[in-house]
């Protein structure tokens, strides 16, 4: 079958389980921005946006909703939230709600919080690359690097004692699941245990620093206060659930994407080296072709004629990140790695009022990881007959190892 005679990918197709999209997602969605911009999913029930044009203004539409309560029966994101709604705080209420906790929360975890941490980034990712370098042979980039940096990172900014901190990694892990929508029942389990026993940990940690004046960002929650308006400790515990899911994965799948990209394009790599200041541009490129989070959700609050479709009130929008970078009208020659490209257009921390609030903590640690890790193993290199592939990650997008050799 010819490329025009093949049907428009549509449900599983246009998900990270279907090897073509996961390895490239610029095929089917290419077809389809061209075909059917505003596609109508009927498996899943859910209209799934590639356009960057569209993208671009329906992410920074704030009038748009996400609270699944608001979302109609059957449609993709009442099946994915439907059942734990509000479980993943902040990135699923609408305002006054979400913009009360974003206030309270933004006061305690501020660019002040980020750069008191700054020192504290680089040494734990020396020690990391002291682990680096004494293992003899190839390694799992992932497991020895790129997951520790950011859990660790989180669980010092939290305050969590370092003995509870690999119990971080596992209960991060298993909520990551709330947001995979093809759950296995073995998966659902994992995810149900990882919540529970997390909210109960995070409950006994907020009552313990109730009234304290430590910096730790738990005390921060539990005496953040405007106008009277406090966290109570189901908000705090909702928060930190929601930190550890949208701060850990993503930030590790960022740095694991840079050495992914780096090493498929050393001509890049040698240009970053020959100028360490094109290190944020790089960065942003990264994120470009790589988003570490693949889509961002709404809901339509009301009828709304969106090119071709009428969107019903109630009705599933689906922003696909990678169907907005890749869109050459937005960015020229999309699937070229180039870090010295103008203008990068990305929306890989989303926009408007649900806009990441870890994306400085996120992109510091990639700023301070990569230009370090390519300096002291200047021959860092993909381990001979290991393949690198992406993970099966719904909703999200990274490797699950990258194994490599120095
Ligand atoms: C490279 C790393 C990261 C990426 C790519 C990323 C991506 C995103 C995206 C796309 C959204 C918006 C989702 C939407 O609009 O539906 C988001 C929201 C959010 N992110 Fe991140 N994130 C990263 C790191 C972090 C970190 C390190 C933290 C916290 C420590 C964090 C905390 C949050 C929170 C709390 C929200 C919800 C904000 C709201 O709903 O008001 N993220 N992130």
């Not at 997390?198 to 405007?226: C, F, H, M, P, Q």
């Not at 966290?231 to 930030?251: P, Y």
């Not at 590790?252 to 050393?266: A, C, E, H, R």
Request: with cysteine; aromatic share 8%; hydrophobic share 40%.
């Amino acid at each position: 079958m010819s490329e025009d005679t093949l049907p428009l990918p549509t449900g599983y197709q246009l998900s990270a389980l279907d090897p073509v999209y996961r390895e490239t997602p610029w095929e089917p969605l290419g077809r389809l921005r061209d075909a059917d911009p505003v596609h109508h999913d009927q498996q899943l029930n859910r209209y799934f946006f590639t356009r960057g044009s569209e993208v671009e203004a329906l992410v920074k539409n704030r009038h748009l909703v996400v609270d699944p309560a608001k979302a109609n029966d059957g449609t993709f994101t009442k099946t994915l939230y439907g059942q734990n709604s509000k479980e993943l705080s902040l990135l699923m209420l609408d305002d006054p709600d979400h913009a009360r906790q974003r206030n309270l929360v933004l006061k305690a975890f501020n660019k002040r919080s980020v750069d008191a941490l700054t020192p504290r980034i680089h040494e734990i990712a020396k020690d990391l690359a002291d682990d680096i370098e004494a293992v003899e042979g190839e390694f799992d980039f992932v497991q020895l690097f790129g997951s520790p940096l950011p859990t660790t990172v989180m669980a010092e900014l939290l305050g969590v004692n370092a003995a509870d901190r690999k119990d971080f990694r596992r209960w991060s892990l298993g909520c990551m699941q709330a947001l995979n929508p093809f759950r296995t029942l073995e998966q659902t389990a994992l995810y149900e245990e990882s919540t529970t026993t997390l909210a109960d940990y995070l409950a006994v940690e907020v009552e313990k620093r109730r009234g304290n004046t430590d910096e730790d960002l738990i005390s921060r929650l539990a005496r953040a206060e405007e106008e009277g308006d406090t966290l109570t400790t189901t908000d705090i515990v909702l928060l930190i659930r929601l930190l550890l899911i949208a701060g850990n994965s993503t930030t590790t799948d960022m740095i694991g994407s840079g050495i992914v990209q780096f090493l498929k394009n050393p001509d890049q790599l040698a240009k970053l080296k020959a100028d360490p200041l094109l290190i944020d541009n790089a960065l942003d490129e990264i994120l470009r072709v790589e988003p570490p989070v693949a889509q961002a959700l709404r809901t339509a609050p009301e009828e709304m004629h969106l090119v071709d479709k009428v969107v019903k009130k109630g009705e599933t929008i689906h922003l696909s990140l990678f169907g907005a970078h890749y869109d050459p009208a937005l960015n020229p020659d999309p699937q070229k790695f180039d870090i010295t490209r103008q203008d990068i257009k990305h929306f890989a921390f989303g926009g408007g009022a649900h806009y990441c609030l870890g994306a400085g903590l996120g992109k510091v640690q990639a700023k301070i990881a990569l230009p370090m890790l390519f300096d002291r193993f200047p021959n860092l290199a993909f381990a001979p007959e290991r393949e690198v592939k992406h993970k099966i990650a719904p909703a999200f997008n990274g490797y699950g190892e990258i194994w490599l050799v120095k």
